[in-house]
């Protein structure tokens, strides 16, 4: 069965359940098993960040990871250490190759750029991003970042190509990711019977992946705090 011929289990189910984490989820489809797993980072809800990953992979393919079967999440693995945060963004590289690139804005308003790598793990590149920074979105394209931010300066948009990786070098850009992207997220959660007042405000997300044949990745946080994934099929034209 093919990459994009397995079958969809819209099924609900939580992510770092044994985890203490805060605020909105970021998810990416990665490129590692043999069906492009998950990769998901979201806040510690007092130090540092968390990623997850989730096994796209299924029993029928050669399990490389027994500790994470597949059709679930992994446990979690823990980085940034000794700062708070209140937003994070996960995004698949083009890069290394197959680097995974976080953006991530510790609660004092500075946006600091992270990227992982087979070995080291993850590193924080030197320097700030941006500072005075309130919330802000990023979208990745043929390893060039681009992000949209709106905090004491108002909204700005910035760009990093390729050159010179894995530094990166940030200058003015003139267009950028929507800032309200999870609007779409929530009303896609209503329309699959979740309830609006289950829905922290602020806390849905929407991604893709080419799970079963196209999937709308939809993850958010439920009135306890819990974070939530759902996958919705979505054909791929």
Not at 76 to 90: H, M, N, P, T
Not at 101 to 108: F, Q, T, W
Not at 164 to 175: E, H, I, L, Q, S
Request: net charge negative; charged share 20%.
């Amino acid at each position: 069965m093919s990459k994009n011929k397995q079958m969809l289990s819209e099924t609900i189910t939580t992510v770092g359940r044994e985890r203490s984490t805060t605020g909105p989820a970021s998810l990416a489809q990665g490129v590692y098993g043999a069906r492009g797993n998950l990769e998901l980072v979201t806040c510690d809800a007092r130090d540092g960040l968390w990623v997850f990953w989730f096994n796209s992979d299924l029993a029928t393919d050669p399990l490389e990871t027994p500790e994470v079967p597949p059709g679930t999440w992994s446990a979690g693995l823990a980085f940034a250490r000794g700062a708070g945060y209140r937003q994070a963004q996960i995004l698949q590289s083009t890069l290394g190759p197959d680097h995974l690139e976080v953006l991530a804005l510790r609660a004092d308003g500075v946006l600091e750029s992270w990227y992982w790598s087979p070995g080291p793990g993850f590193q924080c590149r030197a320097g700030h991003v941006a500072d005075g920074v309130e919330r802000f979105e990023a979208v990745h394209a043929a390893g060039r970042l681009t992000v949209t931010m709106d905090g004491e300066e108002g909204v700005r948009v910035i760009a990093s190509g390729s050159e010179g990786y894995p530094d990166r070098v940030w200058t003015a850009a003139d267009n950028g990711p929507d800032l309200d992207a999870g609007t779409q997220a929530a009303a896609l959660l209503v329309a699959k019977g979740v309830s609006e007042g289950d829905i922290v405000p602020g806390s849905a997300r929407a991604s893709r992946s080419d799970r079963a044949g196209g999937t709308i990745e939809l993850t958010w946080r439920d009135r306890e705090g819990a974070l939530r994934h759902l996958g919705v099929g979505a054909p791929v034209h």
